[in-house]
């Protein structure tokens, strides 16, 4: 309602007790900061903060910089993937087209002709795959800026994409396609056309490492030809195990923020938080409050507590948060270390979050000032006794004893946490909306519900699209490897088949290339996958929430298997095509 009638409802004329400022051009925000302080510290200022520190616009902002740690991250994994797609289609294309390249040279055609052709199909490839990105980008945008807007309830938030934006992405690409087949166009402009002419050397096959180890007995004929041809081309074999290998981890990676938000839940709302009901309170107030609302109807279990907003100092650093003082034998209010074992809060001395210590420097045994934004704003010197791990916010715990009579005050509280009989919850709640000293109450079902929504409209979105890029990412590099591998060795196949060996042996060592290919790649998938989630958890550390490392056994299984079926499907899919193989028509000499 309007400021004026509110006052004069409360007989409070040209009162206030919020200011919001506007700085001019050229101010510096902290020393305006400091002088509001001074100013209005006898008025019972809590102390300024600027913009950048309000909490919606901090969640905003380390949104916005995950959302640049994603966009750093996945594209070069992706483009690096394609790159290596487009060397092996490129490479593959030059070997096949060497009689070509020979004639062409043989006509007149430079060098610079012959790379300028491949150069530009790829460019031509390239930019095909630009303008459907481009495309796939801008409905991709949309629908994120209609998550945001929802979510941040926007009055509105436009998706505009700028011309150096497009610029970077088409460089890039360009920039990555072109890397990934310059070695094969360097190839097909270094060959000289008396060469050329002539059909590829046979390759130059040695004895294997099991042969070489002496263990060729153990293994059969076929078995030893998928080992020795894996081995022959040893970079390709490499780049295709790395590829699957990126695929599994990305995968891996839409599930564990779905496994982190999940342990996070749990660690705040299960084991440290079990209160059905918070009570914040209008003032400090006696701890005998705690009697009246033991006493209403339903509430089974009630505690208090007592917090002041304050500024951590320790050295130069500082932080603007609050210091909790808490019952030392409460039970549904918890504080748990990063083995999430009780932390008992000693009679004398203070509890930081892990993290704020690292903010402040400070290491147990140091003395921490603190000062008081409230009441006679005292400035306390207190020794930091232990260190607890939470994973929202950060705080600094004491024993509420201990708070209290720092702050030469009573035995008070400002806040009680309620244990409640589901039965007579909304009896409780209404009882506490029409207490005068109760400011205001959290349910702890709301906001776990709220959390689950929150849950679905954005980590479900980002996993979703992100899987379905992995899996995408999964199927090109195992098929696009099995099949050229197909068209590479068709006439080797077909001659197998015309001196004897069965449709299955010959399947058999074509994918069974494809399966060990694929196997060891999934522990390095994992591996790979489990940094990848190590590095975007780092980078997502910040005083509002730290993202914890878990990867549950489900989320490992579900990259296992999708990088299986993609394997399992290119597998059905050249077994079709050798049973189409037409033996006469591709054992003709190629002269």
């Known amino acids: 309602m309007g400021r004026t009638a509110l006052a004069a409802a409360y007989d409070m004329e040209g009162a206030f007790n919020d200011v919001a400022l506007h700085l001019s051009t050229g101010a510096i925000p902290d020393n305006v900061i400091d002088r509001l302080d001074r100013l209005l510290a006898r008025y019972g200022g809590l102390g300024a903060y600027a913009r950048k520190d309000q909490t919606s616009h901090r969640f905003l902002s380390e949104e916005l910089k995950g959302l640049e740690t994603m966009a750093a991250v996945f594209p070069v994994i992706f483009l690096g993937v394609a790159a290596f797609l487009l060397n092996v289609v490129v490479t593959r294309l030059v070997n096949t087209q060497r009689n070509q390249i020979a004639i062409l040279k043989a006509f007149g055609y430079s060098n610079l002709d012959v790379g300028r052709h491949y150069a530009a199909m790829v460019l031509m490839v390239v ?315 959290v349910v702890r079902e709301s906001a776990l519900r709220n959390f689950h929504k929150t849950m679905e409209e954005t980590i479900l979105y980002f996993s979703f699209v992100t899987a379905l890029l992995g899996g995408i990412i999964a199927f090109g590099v195992v098929y696009n490897s099995a099949r050229i591998a197909l068209s590479e060795r068709d006439r080797e196949l077909a001659s197998l088949r015309v001196l004897g060996f069965t449709r299955g042996e010959v399947a058999y060592i074509l994918l069974g290339e494809l399966a060990v290919a694929t196997l060891l790649a999934l522990p390095l998938g994992y591996l790979f996958g489990r940094e990848l989630c190590r590095y975007l958890s780092n980078a997502f550390r910040s005083d509002l929430y730290r993202v914890p490392l878990v990867l549950e056994a489900d989320t490992v299984a579900f990259a296992a298997s999708v990088v299986l079926l993609s394997a399992v499907i290119s597998g059905y899919m050249l077994w079709r095509k050798l049973n189409q193989l037409d033996m006469i028509g591709v054992l003709k000499t190629r002269e």
């Open 127 to 441: 930019m095909l795959g630009l303008a459907g990105g481009l495309l796939g980008g801008v409905w991709l945008g949309q629908g994120l800026s209609a998550v945001y807007a929802g979510f941040y309830h926007f009055p509105f938030l436009q998706y505009q994409l700028h011309t150096d934006v497009i610029a970077l992405a088409a460089l890039v690409s360009i920039i990555a396609g072109m890397t990934g087949t310059v070695f094969a166009v360097i190839r097909a402009v270094r060959l000289p056309p008396a060469e050329a002419m002539r059909p590829e050397a046979p390759a130059a096959y040695r004895p294997t490492l099991i042969e070489r180890l002496g263990m060729q007995r153990l293994f059969s004929q076929p078995t030893r030809m998928i080992a020795r041809h894996m081995e022959r081309r040893p970079l390709k074999t490499l780049l295709t195990i790395a590829g699957t290998a990126a695929a599994c981890g990305i995968i891996m990676v839409a599930n564990f923020q779905r496994d982190a938000v999940t342990y996070m839940i749990d660690v705040q709302y299960a084991r440290s938080q079990s209160q059905d009901l918070t009570v914040a309170l209008t003032e400090p107030t006696s701890r005998h409050a705690l009697f009246s609302l033991a006493g209403l109807q339903g509430v089974e279990h009630v505690e208090g507590s007592r917090s002041v907003p304050a500024r951590l100092r320790f050295e130069h650093h500082s932080y603007r948060g609050s210091v909790q003082g808490m019952d030392p034998d409460g039970t549904l209010r918890r504080i748990l270390d990063a083995d999430l074992e009780h932390v008992m809060l000693r009679e004398k001395g203070v509890v930081l979050t892990d993290y704020l210590s690292e903010l402040l420097g400070i290491r147990p045994g140091e003395l921490l000032t603190i000062e008081v934004l409230e009441g006679n704003r005292p400035v306390l010197e207190v020794p930091v006794v232990g260190l607890t791990s939470e994973y929202l916010g950060v705080s600094a715990y004491m024993q509420r004893a201990s708070l209290n009579r720092l702050l030469q005050e009573g035995d008070a509280i400002n806040s009680a946490y309620l244990a409640v009989d589901q039965r007579y919850s909304e009896r409780v709640y209404r009882d506490l909306d029409e207490m005068p000293r109760v400011a205001g109450t």
